[in-house]
C-alpha cells in the first residue's frame, strides 16, 4: 500500500471561491453533481456558508490544500439537507479539481475529515456516491465505508449509492 499524500485542510477563506470556482470550472468535475458549471457567486456562497458552519458545527468543507500549498479542492461534511436520501443525516464529501485527480489526495484530505468529525462527536457518516461515479466510491471504501443502500435523485432519476460508517470506537488507519 502507498503512503498517502500530504494534504492540509483549512477553513475556507474569501479567496478560497475564487480557487474552488477555478479548479471546478470543468465539466468533467461536475459529470456526477448534475453537470453544469457554476459562477463565481455560487463559491463566494458557498464558502461562507462553511464559514458559518464550522463555527457553529465544528466542520464544514475545508479547504485542501496540497503539500505546496496549492488549493486542489474540498473535502469535509455537512448536514444532508435535500428531501430524498440520508435525510438527517450527516454526509461527507470530496471534490478536487481534475488536475489533481489519482494521487490519493481525496483520500488523505477525507482520513482527515473524519479525524475531525471524530473529535467533534459525529457519531457516524454518509456518503451519497453516484452509482456511475467509480472514483468516488472507491474513495469510500478506502476509507473503510461500506454501501447500505441505494436511492435515486428525484429530478434526473439517477441512482446513488449510501456509503456508511460508524464513527465510534474506529480510529483512522
Known sequence: ????????LRVPTDEDAVAWHRVFHDREVMEFLGGEIAGL????????????HDAERGFCL???????DRVV??????????????EGE??????????HWGRGLATAAARLTLERL??????????????????????ARRLGMHRAESCR?????????CYRLDLRGVHSR
Open 118 to 139: 471524530r473529535a467533534a462527536g459525529v457519531p457516524r457518516v454518509v456518503a451519497v456516491v453516484d452509482a456511475r461515479n467509480a472514483r468516488s466510491a472507491a474513495v
Open 90 to 99: 450527516i454526509e461527507i464529501g470530496w471534490r478536487l479539481g481534475r488536475a
Open 62 to 68: 475545508w479547504t485542501v490544500l496540497d503539500a505546496e
Open 153 to 161: 435523485e428525484p429530478v434526473s432519476r439517477r441512482e446513488h449509492h
Open 1 to 8: 500500500m502507498r503512503a498517502l499524500p500530504v494534504v492540509r
Open 73 to 86: 479542492g474540498f473535502t469535509g461534511a455537512q448536514p444532508w439537507e435535500r428531501d430524498w436520501g440520508p
Open 41 to 52: 457567486s455560487v463559491y463566494e456562497e458557498l464558502t461562507a456558508r462553511q464559514r458559518r
